[in-house]
């Protein structure tokens, strides 16, 4: 009787007291139910439980589920909620280098989604993620990710919450600073949502409109 875990593709948030599922490599969202549900709920419960065949095949099936030697711990997303606004700033001249620099980035942003893997992607923000050193300041992130959202209306690129989120994401990298990448989920009907954070301030979004999704994927900055 095998042991499971996720794959390491793989990642899941409690949706209104169901797991919902990203798989990244397959670029899709996954919810469980009867025997899969019910073998996944248990597993949650006791770690260490050694499943039966059948309901090991019903989880292996799913694609979702790999073998373990051991015992291994199936903890859901969890990140603090972001409750800040990112505050608005109205003064200030318009830097044409930045404006020409965050129409680049949404401008790649916008073809990469179109041709590369969703998992090549957020494997590039993990890893720029771990060539940071040093954590930066609330008060640096805020004032960069005011730039960029001061910015943005001016280039003329249709927004997209996950586009716009890796172009900041990668704005805020060049300038050697980081922010929580976050993908989220609601269910009835099913959204999928995607944002940045830092210290408790949503930086392109709004805390209301974040709050009724439910991470179930996090790049954290640190």
């Given at each position: 009787m095998p042991y499971l875990q996720l794959q390491r593709h793989v990642s899941f948030g409690i949706v209104e007291d169901r797991p919902v599922f990203l798989d990244l490599r397959r670029d899709r969202y996954f919810a469980l139910d009867g025997t899969a549900r019910s073998a996944f709920g248990a597993l949650c419960r006791e770690p260490d439980l050694a499943l039966d065949s059948r309901s090991a095949a019903h989880?292996?099936?799913?694609?979702?589920?790999?073998?373990?030697?051991?015992?291994?711990?199936?903890?859901p997303v969890n990140i603090l909620p972001a409750t800040r606004e990112l505050p608005i700033v109205s003064d200030g001249s318009l830097a044409p280098l930045d404006l020409i620099e965050i129409g680049w980035l949404l401008q790649r942003a916008h073809r990469a989604l179109q041709s590369e893997p969703i998992e090549k992607l957020i494997e590039g923000c993990r890893r720029g993620t771990r060539q940071r050193s040093a954590?930066?300041?609330?008060?640096?992130?805020?004032?960069?990710?005011?730039?960029f959202r001061r910015l943005r209306p001016w280039v003329p690129i249709r927004p997209s919450c996950l586009q716009d989120s890796l172009a900041l994401h990668h704005w805020l990298g060049r300038r050697g600073s980081s922010a929580d990448l976050i993908l989220g989920v609601k269910l009835n009907p099913f959204a999928a949502h995607s944002w940045l954070q830092f210290d408790g301030v949503v930086l392109n979004d709004t805390p209301e409109r974040v709050a009724a999704f439910t991470p179930v994927l996090t790049v954290p900055c640190n």
């Open positions: 989880l292996l099936a799913t694609g979702l589920f790999m073998t373990a030697e051991k015992p291994t711990e199936l903890p954590r930066a300041s609330t008060d640096r992130i805020v004032a960069l990710a005011q730039r």
